[in-house]
């Protein structure tokens, strides 16, 4: 691994400050991508702004018929939130799935969908449930968010903060998981509920994506 | 240089690091704590499972900058007054090993299943254990290992 400028910021201002105020920065959340991307030297940054100390951006709450989930939240507090496994079951289940123990331990939803792996989890699930991504700019749904291959909406100096889904009637999420990483081979989930019905598959493409509609438009 | 300060098995410490410098690094080399061990340094083995404020992580995917502050328990945190802890009596009993290169690992990741599912079964352990890869003698014993010490921490 190359060496950088470490920062830990302790708001999201200071590390946005951070991320503008260096010539090449890059966010670490949970570091379960980026710092196997970075020993690799596949990318040599030349500052770190981790979020790790901004308690802020932590944690679950239910908030106007949504679930809320704060960007540096891990997979595993996910997997374990009463609220979420009571709420939105097929996210908690989502969340259980990824890589292992842990990983789940470490990585977090901010970090998932920033990165936007095209085998990812979390995408799907977004897509899927119609969520939004909030950032210290602005709101974002999923649909607008998720790109292309490792790409998203977000600008330069953009940091996600929290993530919002809206309490489906009902949903599920399934994967065919890579039995080594349990990335998905591709993954869906399916939901019903204030957002409409939706789909999203991850995995199958460059990005999560409703699948196509069928020629001749035989049906939702 | 970032300083780092942390509790490592009960012990306060402190470090000058590089940004980059990895927590099993600063553990290894700066500590001398060398029963945490690198495997295949690429987050997929386990072999350097600790406990970062009581979670399992994998020290070779977390920067020490990252353990600043945190409570740090390594496979050398774990035995009290000279008696094994009840997961490492319960490896050495099965034989829950080979060579023990994973061992350290395999005992920290454990610890941690045990304490957030006290009496798992054969189909928990073995999903839990995910993360975790033994390459000399499949996982029998192992498993075996941490049914016999969730039996005995049961008390």
Redesign the interface.
């Known amino acids: 691994m190359y060496d950088f400028n470490h920062h830990r910021p302790a708001s999201v201002e200071d590390a946005a400050k951070a991320l503008t105020g260096a010539s090449d920065g890059k966010i670490l959340a949970g570091g379960q991508t980026l710092i196997p991307t970075l020993k690799q030297r596949l990318a040599s940054p030349s500052d770190i702004i981790d979020l790790g100390g901004i308690a802020a951006l932590k944690g679950i709450k239910e908030e106007g018929g949504n679930i809320v989930i704060g960007a540096m939240t891990t997979h595993a507090t996910v997997a374990g939130d009463a609220t979420v496994k009571a709420k939105i079951p097929a996210l908690a289940a989502l969340a259980d799935g990824i890589g292992d123990a842990q990983v789940r331990n470490r990585g977090t939803i901010g970090g998932s969908i920033a990165n936007n792996d095209p085998a990812a989890d979390y995408p799907a699930g977004l897509v899927g449930l119609g969520a939004t991504v909030h950032t210290n700019k602005r709101d974002i749904p999923a649909d607008d968010f998720f790109l292309g291959m490792f790409e998203t909406a977000l600008e330069e100096d953009e940091i996600v903060t929290v993530v919002t889904f809206p309490v489906p009637e009902k949903a599920a999420y399934a994967k065919f998981a890579n039995p080594a990483s349990r990335y998905a081979i591709v993954g869906v989930m399916v939901s019903s509920g204030p957002a409409g019905v939706r789909v999203a598959v991850t995995g199958a493409g460059p990005r999560a994506l409703p699948p196509r509609r069928p020629r001749g438009g035989a049906g939702r | 240089m970032?300083s780092v300060s942390m509790t490592v098995n009960g012990r306060a410490v402190t470090g000058d690091v590089?940004?980059?410098t990895?927590l099993v690094q600063f553990l290894r080399e700066n500590l001398s704590l060398t029963g945490t061990h690198v495997g295949c340094?690429?987050?997929?083995c386990?072999a350097c499972?600790v406990h970062v404020n009581g979670?399992?992580?994998?020290s070779c995917?977390?920067?020490a900058?990252?353990a600043?502050g945190a409570e740090v328990t390594t496979i050398e945190g774990l035995a009290k007054d000279g008696e094994l802890h009840p997961m490492q009596e319960a490896f050495r009993e099965n034989h829950g090993l080979q060579c023990g290169f994973c061992t350290p690992g395999m005992v920290m990741?454990a610890v941690?299943?045990l304490q957030k599912n006290p009496n798992p079964d054969e189909g928990e352990i073995r999903e839990?254990l995910?993360?975790?890869i033994c390459r000399c003698t499949g996982y029998h014993n192992i498993v075996k290992a941490i049914q016999t010490a969730a039996a005995s921490m049961k008390g």
Do not use: C, F
């Open positions: 970032p590089e940004g980059r990895l340094d690429t987050s997929q386990g499972v979670e399992s992580v994998k995917t977390m920067l900058v990252q600043d990741s941690d299943l839990w995910e993360g975790n």
